[in-house]
């Protein structure tokens, strides 16, 4: 079973009828025991960095999360924040700790003054496959997807970015590390390019 963690932030719904539309089953859930069994873990996110890993310890869910995909190597996909918190740490809201799957940091976009671009950064933005991979398989060089945030994994040619976007800065849109995947874009909010990659998560994870 697919499992969505609820966590009390993020597009639950959303998501979980997007892969209505694959056809495929999945369950939101914020129940441990049904978390430990998943055959895979999606975690959405919207909202702060630092009260999503609040809520996550608070209840619980940050040490069986922890403990099934480390353990028992069951495939990971965060979506915007969710993404980020499968990072070592965020400066949102004051400096917090996250799951520390990927070995990089999440900090606030750094324009320049002079910079007519807007944080937070939100639209439809391409998306640059920078590496082979399966979670991108058969968007050839790039394809365009959904973003809203304020907050980024700042891209340092880090060997599990396979997607880059341009925001004043090139930043990590797209991270793949054997079974953890990440996205800063909402693949369920991305029409046909984000129905292929959740696709993609299902079947080839």
């Known amino acids: 079973m697919i499992v969505i963690i609820d966590y009390?932030?993020?597009n639950l719904f959303s998501v979980q009828s997007a892969l209505n539309y694959l056809g495929?089953?999945?369950q939101i859930s914020s129940d441990v025991e049904v978390i430990k069994t998943?055959?895979?873990l999606i975690l959405p996110g919207v909202g702060s960095f630092y009260q999503a890993m609040e809520n996550l310890r608070k209840s619980g869910l940050a040490k069986i999360?922890?403990?099934t995909v480390v353990q028992k190597k069951t495939p990971i996909l965060?979506?915007?924040l969710g993404m980020q918190l499968l990072a070592l740490s965020s400066t949102e809201n004051g400096f917090s700790e996250g799951?520390?799957?990927i070995s990089s940091v999440i900090k606030r976009f750094e324009l320049p003054p002079s910079s007519e671009l807007k944080i937070p950064h939100v639209g439809f933005e391409y998306v640059d496959i920078v590496k082979n991979c399966k979670l991108m398989e058969g968007l050839g060089a790039g394809a365009d997807f959904y973003f809203t945030h304020s907050y980024r994994m700042k891209f340092?040619?880090?060997p599990f970015t396979v997607g880059t976007c341009l925001h004043g800065e090139n930043f990590v849109a797209v991270f793949e590390d054997g079974y953890v995947c990440?996205?800063?874009f909402h693949p369920e909010k991305s029409q046909t390019n984000g129905l292929i990659i959740l696709k993609n998560f299902i079947e080839k994870f």
């Open 8 to 10: 009390g932030m993020g």
């Open 24 to 26: 495929v089953s999945s």
């Open 38 to 40: 998943a055959s895979k």
């Open 65 to 67: 999360i922890t403990e």
């Open 78 to 80: 965060g979506i915007c």
């Open 99 to 101: 799951f520390g799957f």
């Open 156 to 158: 340092e040619n880090q």
């Open 182 to 184: 990440g996205t800063q």
